[in-house]
């Protein structure tokens, strides 16, 4: 397949660096997101036992997160394209973390799901946040590697949380494990007001550096403010693409995260400190394929790809590599288990870093947050939906069976949508008003 413009340049050596660094941020950023959203999934099984929950009440708990998390989506990424990042990641942080250890004080469901639910609302800026930061900091084909770089602290995050959970919850308590993540969370806050600021007003970045991260941006897009309103976002078909996009595929990775130490329980009997070996694989798995699939997108664009053609190419990849994991529920070594739920957790997340991307592709960095947004809010009402449902599923089945059938098709019949509503990832001129 023939670029639909010219190849991608290599950068010129002495052009500067410093978007790298802004990247680990967001990669340290997306990392205690996920301890702090972890922890409660990997004590789940402990403190169901202790609490006397039933798998509804940790259905509706999961639920209210992920419906506080929707509703933040819809809201945050209007604000940070408002207030801009630098102030609206800090806001985010500072409120998600203090609802995080306020969760070691809680002792009813009901407690638990409000204390959630504040959680969710915190976090919900991260993910439009940093893209809209990645937008803004790298040019068009740095873009999906930059994106896969961030995402793969998701599964830092997720690594983290089952091995040094265990070991908080039995030296200090259970309860002590909702406050480790907050040392992280506030020396992060404190890095980032100190050091961060937008690409161009920046001390730190060469005029060469800032021209290399504009080089493949049309002018337009560059100088014409545009006020972002939602109306105006959803008469075009790549929203409603990337909304559907997070729309079907967002519940398989919530269903990974939330319920996969409660299937590794149930299934194979491992106890809290037994969880942590077969997470730690699979996340680790994950981390690779958020890397792997934006380094794909890049490798095919300069090799004369197009972003359109790249980006859907490596997508098609990640699809069909999920499709293993229907067979979890036949295999009956617990190794042979991690391995398919593991290969579905990395292609998840090279397909996120690509959707994401995609975003950048068509809009104007003034818009991505808030298409983000609606994506994010999308992805998770239906994770909402589908946790509540899992607890029903499981309650009266006791069976995982049709629950990984369902998210192994996902992928393809999200790509097959994508592509009917976007087959070619134009770009979208948005009207200044």
């Known amino acids: 397949m023939a670029s639909e413009s010219e190849p991608a340049r290599k950068p010129a050596s002495g052009v500067g660096r410093y978007r790298w660094r802004i990247c680990a941020l967001l990669f340290w950023a997306t990392t205690v997101n996920y301890i702090d959203r972890m922890v409660l999934g990997v004590l789940a099984p402990s403190l169901g036992h202790a609490l006397g929950w039933t798998q509804e009440d940790y259905g509706y708990i999961v639920a209210a ?18 207030l801009g990042t630098r102030i609206s990641y800090a806001i985010s942080i500072a409120v998600w973390s203090a609802a995080a250890m306020s ?114 941006e049309p002018a337009a897009t560059q100088s014409k403010p545009v006020r972002v309103r939602w109306r105006k976002l959803l008469r075009h078909r790549q929203t409603w693409a990337f909304v559907v996009g997070k729309f079907l595929t967002d519940p398989v990775w919530w269903f990974l ?75 009956h070594q617990l190794w042979s288990a991690v391995a398919l739920i593991g290969l579905a957790a990395a292609a998840h997340q090279g397909w996120s870093a690509n959707l994401f991307t995609t975003t950048s592709d068509v809009y104007p960095s003034a818009a991505v947050g808030s298409v983000v947004g609606l994506g994010g809010f999308a992805g998770a009402v239906s994770g909402a939906f589908v946790s509540t449902g899992v607890g029903f599923l499981l309650e009266t089945t006791h069976s995982y069976a049709l629950l990984f059938t369902l998210a192994g098709g996902m992928y393809l019949a999200a790509l097959a949508i994508f592509q009917v509503l976007s087959p070619h990832l134009r770009p979208v001129e948005l009207a200044a008003d």
């Not at 997160?65 to 408002?82: C, E, M, N, P, T």
């Open 65 to 82: 997160f992920q419906s506080a998390y929707a509703v933040g989506l819809l809201g945050s990424g209007r604000l940070i394209d408002k």
């Open 257 to 331: 995260l939330f319920w996969l130490p409660k299937y590794l329980h149930h299934r194979f009997g491992l106890d809290l400190l037994a969880l942590g070996p077969p997470l730690v694989a699979v996340y680790i798995m994950a981390d690779g394929g958020s890397i792997a699939g934006g380094w794909l997108a890049g490798w095919l664009m300069r090799r004369g790809f197009s972003s359109n053609a790249a980006r859907k190419g490596a997508m098609l990849v990640c699809a069909i590599a999920v499709t293993p994991v229907v067979l979890t529920p036949l295999v």
């Open 103 to 216: 969760q070691a004080v809680t002792r009813t469901v009901l407690q638990f799901i409000v204390a959630r639910f504040v959680l969710g609302l915190g976090e919900s800026a991260n993910f439009p946040a940093a893209v809209k930061t990645v937008a803004e900091w790298f040019p068009r084909r740095e873009r999906a590697f930059a994106t896969g770089l961030f995402n793969a602290g998701s599964n830092v995050g997720a690594i983290v949380a089952p091995l040094a959970v265990p070991v908080v919850a039995a030296l200090w308590g259970l309860r002590s494990a909702f406050l480790f993540p907050a040392a992280l969370d506030i020396a992060w806050l404190v890095v980032w007001l100190l050091v961060y600021y937008p690409p161009q007003r920046h001390p730190r970045v060469t005029a060469e550096e800032l021209a290399y991260i504009r080089a493949d």
